[in-house]
């Protein structure tokens, strides 16, 4: 049993990992995508915003779906789909290819996501002590790796396709033979379930506001990054153009380190706790970024953004769980909504404000957002359990079988 827990959750790691690498090696080339393809200035924010509604959708479907087939199983075949749609952007020549490889990526990517989250929480639920945030390490991970290799193929001017195929020959085979050892885990037995969030199958969406919101303040912290962190490092603050493409990798490597750290926080303080302490960091690294009189006292705010920030989301994922232990796949698919909701938000929030007031001013307000995440974090709390504890329990019952049949 051990041991299939270690692969199940090894290879979720580098199913993480894998989206990390795919994200960033879309995000960071997209000047190189849209003089691939002429996609003016106006139409630009169109083909962007696509994307993440249409990840909603595909999230919204994972919710049903999942009903009939195993995370598992969504996980193994939406991941592909999202590495070739990856190629085919790169790949294509006309607008209409674009258009369709964008969407393929969109509706993948929400289901993906989803699946991921949802095979997560149910391994930490079987492991019985906090791992969430080491998934979330590996893909902050990736995101580093494919930002690096979207820099060399930038540095090297090589074509997008020549820079994405040998990316997807290398994750797609390896990928497809780490599904082989996911593990599916199962709904919380009802004597377990605590009142009315426990009812099997049904999610009490009043009860699953306060982590929407909590979701969605996190994602427009993290989009105003990075949208706007070069920008204002260079136009408000004064930097070079070389030192404004510092913040963002500043920010995900720190990211990195304190999801790396984070689980150990939340086994010896409590997910509450660590969620509280991550949202004052996030609000003083605003803070900071805001009042910052050169760039590199704004690049110590965008560090202390990375570590504040990088805990929001894995424990709101986590929490999910917790709260509705027998539906917790569906709590996930439609928390992950909020994902794309505060991406969609965040930066044209700022942007805008950023035009009509100041763009120091607009730093204030996803700070404030931020904060009130200190409202909700009572939702964090664990979940009181059959034994009267106010902590997870290992139950290695809780082990479904792995895709492979195991």
Not at 6 to 34: K, Y
Not at 270 to 298: I, K
Request: hydrophobic share 55%; glycine share 12%.
């Amino acid at each position: 049993m051990t041991d299939v827990l270690r692969r199940g959750r090894a290879s979720l790691a580098f199913s993480f990992f894998a989206q990390g690498v795919t994200f960033a090696l879309l995000v960071t080339r997209i000047p190189a995508i849209q003089g691939r393809y002429g996609v003016s200035d106006a139409l630009l924010p169109a083909f962007l915003a696509a994307v993440p509604v249409l990840a909603g959708v595909g999230s919204v479907t994972t919710e049903r779906l999942v009903r009939r087939i195993r995370p598992s199983r969504l996980l193994r075949w939406s991941q592909p789909v999202v590495l070739l749609a990856l190629v085919g952007v790169g790949a294509g020549g006309a607008l209409g290819e674009l258009a369709v490889a964008l969407a393929a990526f969109g509706l993948a990517v929400g289901a993906l996501d989803a699946s991921m989250n949802m095979l997560g929480v149910s391994l930490q639920r079987t492991y019985g002590r906090s791992i969430m945030l080491s998934f979330h390490a590996a893909y902050s991970l990736g995101g580093i790796l494919g930002a690096s290799l979207a820099w060399a193929g930038a540095h090297w001017h090589l074509t997008l396709w020549v820079s994405y195929l040998p990316v997807m020959a290398v994750l797609l085979p390896a990928t497809l033979l780490g599904s082989r050892w996911y593990v599916d885990g199962v709904a919380a037995p009802a004597a377990e379930r605590p009142g009315e969030q426990g009812r099997a199958g049904v999610v009490v969406f009043r009860l699953l506001l306060p982590l929407c919101l909590v979701m969605t303040f996190a994602y427009i912290g993290d989009s105003t990054v990075s949208n706007w962190s070069a920008k204002y490092l260079k136009d408000v603050l004064g930097g070079s153009e070389q030192l404004a493409t510092v913040p963002y990798n500043v920010y995900m490597v720190t990211t990195l380190l304190g999801r790396s750290l984070g689980d150990f926080g939340v086994r010896r303080f409590g997910a509450a706790a660590v969620v509280r302490l991550g949202a004052l960091v996030a609000a003083g690294g605003f803070a900071v970024v805001a009042v910052a009189p050169d760039a590199w006292v704004g690049m110590l705010g965008f560090t202390l953004l990375g570590l504040g920030l990088c805990v929001l989301v894995p424990q709101t994922f986590a929490a999910a769980g917790r709260l509705f232990p027998g539906a917790s796949d569906a709590a996930i698919a439609r928390l992950n909504i909020f994902n794309y909701v505060g991406f969609l938000v965040g930066s044209p929030l700022v942007g805008a404000l950023g035009d009509a007031w100041s763009y120091r001013g607009a730093m204030l307000v996803p700070m404030v957002l931020v904060l009130v995440t200190l409202v909700y974090a009572k939702s964090f709390a664990a979940q009181p359990d059959r034994y009267g504890g106010g902590h997870e329990r290992p139950r290695t019952a809780d082990v479904g079988r792995g895709s492979n049949g195991i």
